[in-house]
């Protein structure tokens, strides 16, 4: 998928790659500035048919193949490979387009369908699904950082001590943990609604650029805290951590920055109502898991975060755009709560374990209360208590 050019990835309207029609085909000339599997035998690409308009609607949607019909190679010219941060093992070049065939992507044969102005939104249905693989690619970041991280705690001894018995390691483990449970559950709901008709396809529109928003940044985070939690190996190349990081911190860009990734949960929202579809999923696991005790903060927070984001989609456009990125987390985080007490629920209900609710206790805690002098002086100890429980994935007899 090569759509980013110099002019920027997240303003595709400022793509400026040309389309010259040419017998049943197009030629494509242009620069395409990210390339990633840049040898790819099919491509998928933005380009402005001569004579359409400016902006995102005089876009549309080409397949570049990598050979001619005739079986002569066709005029991509990579200038370079790029010396990335991460990302190592896939290559992403810099493209030249030089007259190269293109066929139209539009569900018709008819030239004149390459000014429908609907090319972007046929290149935004392959973007969610990408979006979707990408918050895997977070998730998968985030339980690998956990399992490095517990597994060399576990073993690792300081001042005659295994590091794992540190309070301190036991509650970043214990919150890696927690944060790799509730993503799942959230990158699992969304690949769920994309196998669902009608409202699964308007929870499918919001639940896509939250998992990636959120899976993708818990990732970053989760790799440094894996590579502290091993101490300077986790620093050196010898030990997986330093590439994780590395690797993670394109997830968070790569189809979509998270502030582009909030607008779009606001584009669905007004265009689609696809917030609506989330609140009553959200109520729908909260009634599965009404009978909990922590049920009751997360439903008050529901209610308070659908005030907040209605709030700012009325607001004047300036206060929308500061407002709107921690409007978008706290539905993130009122979605991860319910579905985890869902879970908790089910899993109470199933087998009589309390884990799933120690974890959704520990997660609402974390990111939807706010106690009192940062609960220092509760005396809450949840996370010693319940820490070989929820780190060894053991079942709980008491919550
Ligand atoms: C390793 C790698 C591989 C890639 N591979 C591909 C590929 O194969 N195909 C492809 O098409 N692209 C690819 N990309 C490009 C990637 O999708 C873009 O880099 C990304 O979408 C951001 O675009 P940009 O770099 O032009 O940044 P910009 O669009 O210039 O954004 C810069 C900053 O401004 C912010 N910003 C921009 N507009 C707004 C706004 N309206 N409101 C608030 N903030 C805003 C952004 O959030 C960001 O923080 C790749 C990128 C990387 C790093």
């Known amino acids: 998928m090569f759509m980013t050019e110099r002019t920027g990835g997240s303003d595709v309207g400022a793509i400026e790659t040309t389309a010259r029609r040419e017998g049943d085909h197009w030629l494509l000339n242009g620069l395409k500035w990210f390339c990633s599997n840049v040898d790819a035998r099919a491509i998928a690409t933005l380009a402005r048919p001569e004579g359409a308009p400016p902006g995102v609607k005089g876009l549309a949607l080409f397949l570049v193949p990598h050979t001619r019909r005739d079986g002569t190679p066709n005029g991509i010219h990579v200038r370079r490979i790029k010396d990335k941060l991460g990302t190592r093992v896939v290559p992403t070049g810099e493209v030249d387009f030089v007259d190269c065939e293109g066929y139209l992507l539009a569900g018709s044969d008819d030239p004149e369908a390459a000014y429908d102005g609907r090319g972007i939104n046929r290149m935004m249905e392959m973007v969610d699904t990408s979006r979707l693989g990408v918050a895997t690619m977070g998730l998968g970041i985030m339980r ?26 036991q509650e970043t483990l214990v919150r890696m943990a927690v944060e790799v449970e509730a993503a799942l559950a959230l ?13 699964g396809e308007r929870l499918y529109r919001v639940l896509v650029p939250l998992a990636k928003m959120r899976a993708t940044r818990r990732g970053v985070e989760l790799a440094v805290q894996a590579v502290e939690t091993i101490g300077g190996n986790g620093y050196i190349e010898d030990w ?126 974390e990111r939807l209360q706010q106690p009192v ?24 007899a008491e919550g």
């Open 144 to 169: 690998r950082a956990f399992l490095e991280a517990a597994i060399y705690a576990a073993r690792r001894v300081a001042f005659g001590q295994r590091i794992w018995e540190y309070a301190p390691v």
């Open 187 to 199: 990158v699992l709901e969304a690949a769920q609604a994309g196998t669902m008709t009608g409202y």
């Open 240 to 365: 997986p951590t330093a590439r994780i990081l590395r690797d993670a911190q394109c997830h968070t860009l790569w189809e979509g920055t998270e502030n582009i990734i909030c607008l779009d949960v606001l584009r669905a929202a007004r265009k689609e109502q696809a917030h609506e579809a989330l609140l009553d999923r959200i109520d729908a696991a909260l009634a599965a898991a009404g009978h909990l005790p922590e049920a009751e903060v997360v439903r008050r927070e529901r209610l308070a975060a659908e005030r907040a984001f209605r709030y700012v989609l009325a607001a004047q456009p300036r206060e929308a755009q500061l407002k709107l990125r921690r409007a978008v987390e706290y539905l993130a985080d009122v979605t991860q709560a319910a579905l985890l007490l869902e879970a908790a629920a089910w899993q109470r209900d199933t087998d009589g374990s309390e884990r799933g609710r120690v974890v959704a206790r520990i997660f609402a805690r």
């Open 373 to 396: 002098a940062r609960g220092i002086e509760d005396g809450d100890v949840t996370v010693l208590r319940h820490f070989e429980d929820i780190v060894c994935y053991r079942r709980v």
